[in-house]
């Protein structure tokens, strides 16, 4: 398993004004396997919009066990299991209905019908408190060192990860 390390910047003038300990953080910008589908309920009044009902239409799948669409991440259920073992903070979990672009299926027939299970990561955690938090107004996923200690024993293959300074 393979992933991009790079540096992003420095946060220690945020961290001294708060107060906030917190282990180095990395940015996950994962895999775009597909996008949002016609069952999803969001209210686009803000941004990032908040999504009360999550349908993930797959379009492809390189294998990564946490894919995403904005706003929204996905992870295997294995992974789901593993971050709950982990008790790391921040990340909750829902349920996500699940398709398949038929132009994916017909082309991919194999990766399409067999898929893993999947679960809606729900990033709430405090910005430089928490294992998980989501960044604000891009909605970038932000994990701890902790998270990414998990994260890297599954695919990421096709995630950038980018360190915090």
Same mark, same amino acid.
């Given at each position: 398993m393979t992933f991009q390390v790079r540096e992003l910047g420095r946060r220690e003038d945020i961290l001294r004004s708060? %107060?906030?300990?917190? =282990?180095? &953080?990395y940015v996950v910008e994962p895999e775009v396997a597909g996008g949002l589908g016609d069952q999803t309920v969001l209210d686009r009044s803000r941004h990032p919009p908040i999504v009360k009902r999550l349908h993930y239409v797959f379009s492809g799948w390189m294998? =990564? =066990?946490?894919? @995403? $669409?904005f706003p929204c991440f996905i992870v295997t259920s294995r992974l789901a299991e593993a971050i709950a073992a982990a008790r790391l903070s921040g990340a909750e979990f829902d349920d996500v209905v699940i $398709?398949? =672009?038929?132009? #994916?299926?017909? #082309? $991919?027939? @194999?990766?399409?019908n067999n898929l893993p299970a999947w679960r809606w990561l729900r990033p709430a955690g405090e910005p430089h408190a928490s294992d998980f938090w989501q960044q604000r107004p891009d909605g970038r996923l932000v994990v701890s060192e902790r998270s990414l200690d998990v994260l890297r024993r599954f695919n990421l293959n096709h995630a950038e990860v980018? %360190?915090? &300074?």
């Amino acid at each position: 398993m393979t992933f991009q390390v790079r540096e992003l910047g420095r946060r220690e003038d945020i961290l001294r004004s708060t %107060g906030a300990v917190v =282990d180095r &953080e990395y940015v996950v910008e994962p895999e775009v396997a597909g996008g949002l589908g016609d069952q999803t309920v969001l209210d686009r009044s803000r941004h990032p919009p908040i999504v009360k009902r999550l349908h993930y239409v797959f379009s492809g799948w390189m294998g =990564d =066990d946490i894919v @995403e $669409s904005f706003p929204c991440f996905i992870v295997t259920s294995r992974l789901a299991e593993a971050i709950a073992a982990a008790r790391l903070s921040g990340a909750e979990f829902d349920d996500v209905v699940i $398709s398949k =672009d038929p132009q #994916f299926v017909r #082309f $991919s027939m @194999e990766v399409a019908n067999n898929l893993p299970a999947w679960r809606w990561l729900r990033p709430a955690g405090e910005p430089h408190a928490s294992d998980f938090w989501q960044q604000r107004p891009d909605g970038r996923l932000v994990v701890s060192e902790r998270s990414l200690d998990v994260l890297r024993r599954f695919n990421l293959n096709h995630a950038e990860v980018v %360190g915090v &300074e």
